[in-house]
């Protein structure tokens, strides 16, 4: 006992008491929890918004040949979407969530770079303002690639393209300062005794996103920098009747686009590999091989990215190389889906709502995995691409693989950041709802690919079965933002109703989990002593020994013990 410094979690009120409360305290935080929580909450009011989009291009999709949504409109329907999904919520979400745990987890007061990390986040909010002002003077219309010629003055004179390009900039710039900080703080920051082996998982995904940033991020501001300059100042870069080339762009983005995608979902597993464990009752199956996993996924990722240019005029020899490299990175991917399965097996799993939203992440990536192999063979590809089995694919490796896992985050996390519970009957209604409603919009979507409707189409003829596929898949995603509303409810209604959490209500592992909940300005007032990969399960062992009532000696023994003679 005498190891350990406090023996239950606590802080000293004055600490509480330090911290600013009120608007301006917002404005000027450089705590990374406040900051955290900006991030999360604006990002996922960009979630929102890019749900409206999508249910706004389901409804024009319901019916063969409707008229309810112009074509250049939907044009910019599906282009703010990907955009918005993608650059301001997915990756800044997490960005969000790590802001606010990555530095608990590690037993750390603060980021590396407090003020940098302030920066960040109010560079990604510019981003986000100056991309959705472009509606006052027309959206961008080229789809979240921006492939030229289509994203060239030519064809996209409105100021909404450049307003894209800006995006990519500030949120770009946002990304980069943000990864070097959780870098830097992930190297130095870490308390006594947690070494690389006791890092989490999840601020091991963390490293690894950061450090794909940081190499893939560069590349994408270049490149839109080149846009710009082609579309104001004269220059051809992607102009091939001036001896520019228009697939160095593809080259360029997708050098950029396939590193993005683990960007997106990496964080999402480290989400999973800390729940997992913590609800199966057992430890993770496999700690280093999850953790030398991602960082197999982030090397092979950077290798792969012509297997989003297989319709290109591209040498067969590149072709294969891609192909069989892209075949390559299913086998970390495996080892991880085994892992997080060796580790419910036999488990006596608590079937939480963050369990459930894990369990629902695995199956649906498991499936989006799959389809992605399909793709990689070249010669499928040439026959699917730009197709709606693509739409499947991508929905269900991001939407399945990112957005369930930030939900699992949710219901898992929720409790230390507000001190709340969420309620579980409404957790998991939300769940399912969702499950349901994402396999009835996307699941179908693979039959439509098959049946040869190409994406981003704002109208198609009933043919066969697309005007019938098509309604169950709009019906299916009003049915999954019901879902999502389920969650948006709970959360408002548990910030101020919600059962009181205290600080560890799920008996986990690490340590955001020793502190209050939700932590005081400076984290901890003392830090355990880290001895493993589950230092709070260590420390309850601990506390289990030193506070047992001695165990009662059976009578006639003729011992006895402090508490008196026992039987006779
Ligand atoms: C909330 C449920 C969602 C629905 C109902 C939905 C629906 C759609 C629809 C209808 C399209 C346009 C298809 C086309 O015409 O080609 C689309 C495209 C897309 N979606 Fe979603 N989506 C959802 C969530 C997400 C999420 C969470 C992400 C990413 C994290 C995402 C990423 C994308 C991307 C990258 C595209 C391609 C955009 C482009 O073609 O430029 N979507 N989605
Ligand atoms: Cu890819």
């Known amino acids: 006992m005498a190891t350990y410094a406090a023996p239950i979690p606590q802080v000293s009120a004055h600490k509480v008491d330090r911290e600013q409360r009120g608007f301006i305290s917002w404005l000027t935080t450089t705590d990374h929890k406040k900051i955290g929580i900006m991030y999360m909450v604006t990002t996922f009011i960009f979630f929102i918004m890019g749900g409206t989009e999508a249910l706004m291009m389901r409804l024009q999709l319901g019916e063969p040949e409707n008229t309810l949504i112009a074509p250049r409109v939907y044009n910019e329907l599906f282009t703010m979407h990907g955009t918005t999904m993608i650059f301001l919520f997915v990756v800044p979400m997490m960005a969000g969530l790590a802001n606010y745990f990555l530095p608990l987890m590690i037993g750390a007061r603060d980021m590396a770079f407090p003020r940098l990390n302030a920066l960040s986040y109010w560079l990604l909010l510019a981003g986000g303002l100056v991309f959705y002002a472009s509606i006052f003077w027309g959206p961008p219309e080229a ?83 080149m846009l710009l300059t082609d579309r104001h100042f004269g220059t051809h870069f992607f102009d091939p009747a001036m001896g520019g080339s228009a697939l160095l762009w593809q080259n360029l983005f997708w050098f950029f686009g396939h590193p993005e995608v683990y960007i997106m979902v990496l964080p999402g597993f480290g989400i999973v590999s800390e729940i997992l464990p913590v609800f199966a009752k057992k430890p993770i199956f496999g700690y280093k091989a999850i953790a030398a996993s991602s960082v197999a996924i982030a090397f092979l990722g950077f290798l792969v990215w012509a297997h989003h240019m297989f319709t290109t005029p591209t040498p067969i020899v590149v072709l294969i190389f891609v192909m069989l490299s892209s075949f390559l990175i299913a086998v970390p991917t495996g080892v991880k889906i085994f892992n997080w399965i060796g580790t419910l097996w036999e488990g006596s799993i608590e079937f939480k709502t963050p369990l459930l939203f894990s369990a629902g992440f695995i199956a649906l990536f498991l499936i989006g995995g799959i389809s992605g192999v399909f793709l990689a063979v070249f010669p499928v590809d040439w026959q699917l691409n730009e197709s709606y089995f693509v739409v499947a694919h991508i929905h269900f490796v991001l939407m399945g693989g990112a957005v369930f896992t930030i939900f699992a985050a949710i219901y898992y996390w929720f409790p230390k950041i507000t001190g709340r519970m969420l309620n579980e009957t409404l957790g998991k209604a ?112 601990e506390i289990e020994k030193a506070t047992a009532p001695r165990v009662p000696v059976p009578a006639g023994s003729g011992a006895d013990s402090e508490s008196g003679h026992l039987g006779a």
Not at 190 to 212: D, K, N
Request: aromatic share 14%.
């Open 143 to 225: 789809g979240w690639v921006s492939y030229p010629p289509l994203s060239e003055i030519a064809f996209s004179p409105s100021g909404g393209q450049d307003a894209w390009i800006f995006l990519i900039h500030l949120t770009g710039i946002s990304s980069i300062l943000g990864a070097m900080n959780f870098y830097a703080t992930i190297a130095n920051m870490r308390c006594r005794g947690m070494s690389w082996g006791r890092l989490p998982l999840f601020v091991w995904t963390i490293l690894v996103y950061s450090v794909l940033i940081i190499f893939a991020m560069p590349v994408i501001a270049g490149a839109v920098t």
């Open 430 to 541: 939300s769940f399912w709802v969702m499950f349901w409603g994402f396999l009835a919009t996307f699941l179908i979507q693979h039959v439509i690919g098959l049946d040869g409707m190409p994406r981003r189409v704002y109208e198609y003829a009933n043919v066969g079965n697309l005007g019938l596929y098509n309604l169950i898949s709009t019906v299916g995603a009003f049915i999954l933002g019901f879902g999502i509303l389920l969650t948006i409810i709970n959360v408002a209604r548990s910030v101020k109703h919600g059962a009181i959490a205290g600080p560890d209500p799920w008996k986990a592992n690490t340590l955001e989990w020793f502190t209050t909940s939700p932590p005081p300005v400076n984290n901890f007032d003392v830090i355990p002593r880290v001895r493993s990969a589950e230092p709070l399960k260590d420390y309850r062992l």
